[in-house]
């Protein structure tokens, strides 16, 4: 029981400082930490009386509605248990969905700082889409990206110009600076390579987190892809990892 009880509280602490560090250190608040922070607290209140939960449940199983209750209330923990599982091998796998030898790179945007700089998300995507390029001298870019009210620039711009700095040919880049959303990226970032006439089979450049996501958005589009994705720092991939989890049901329901 003591061992059981210190390792949920070790557990929960541990969770909620992962969860809490992007608060911390950029004031990133979502629906990914605060569910963290509230599943963290869980555990260590869990670990604190885990002797008062179990009575209490032991109490609540001798009573038949009780025991239909609690019946209930597991299956449906189990089903969400599994639902995850699935949603996070989903997520996972599909940053080994490797791309085609030069084929066309759509850098996906995320925000954009007042003073034009990328953020920590959007440098870790122009440095994968850097690699790649750069490995592949005769691929073509397309960086996406519009301007929100609170950005200096739009994604595109920020990332066109990160991406000439680093020694890419402007000639290689397409930007597509009107998207405000991961459908309109894909979308108006296709209408490009028809209108261009370049090559078809793309690559796919955001997080690991996004390209299950960004991938599904781009085969409704009747599109063949592959991924490039970019390391996010480990003390954000907790926070988005799961605030993905929710955005994939939205996804799948549209």
């Given amino acids: 029981m003591l061992i059981l009880m210190f390792i949920l509280i070790v557990i929960g602490l541990g969770e909620l400082v992962w969860f809490c560090m992007p608060i911390a250190m950029y004031r990133i608040i979502n629906v990914g930490n605060l569910s963290g922070i509230i599943l963290s607290l869980a555990l260590i209140f869990s670990g604190v009386f885990l002797k008062q939960i179990i009575g209490f449940f032991r109490n609540v199983w001798k009573i038949h509605i009780g025991k239909t209750v609690l019946s209930v209330l597991l299956g449906i923990v189990v089903l969400g248990l599994i639902f995850v599982l699935v949603e996070s ?8 969905n490797h791309p085609d ?9 995320c925000k954009v700082k007042r003073n034009c700089q990328p953020t920590l998300t959007l440098r870790e995507r122009i440095d994968a889409a850097y690699d790649y390029l750069l490995e592949h001298p005769d691929a073509i870019c397309i960086v996406s990206g519009g301007k929100g009210s609170d950005e200096g620039i739009s994604e595109a711009e920020c990332m066109y110009r990160e991406l000439v700095e680093k020694g890419i040919g402007k000639e290689r880049i ?52 592959g991924a490039i994705p970019g ?18 049901p939205y996804e799948w329901l549209l």
């Fill in 89 to 96: 091998v989903l997520i996972i796998r599909a940053n080994y």
């Fill in 101 to 109: 030898e030069n084929a066309t790179v759509v850098v996906l945007g």
């Fill in 174 to 225: 397409y930007k597509e600076d009107k998207s405000t959303s991961t459908r309109e990226n894909i979308a108006f970032s296709k209408e490009i390579i028809e209108r261009e006439g370049l090559n078809p089979k793309i690559a796919i450049v955001t997080n690991e987190f996004h390209e299950y996501r960004a991938g599904q958005i781009a085969k409704a589009a009747g599109m063949e892809y």
């Fill in 231 to 248: 390391k996010t720092a480990w003390w954000l991939l907790a926070t988005y990892f799961v605030r993905e989890l929710y955005g994939l």
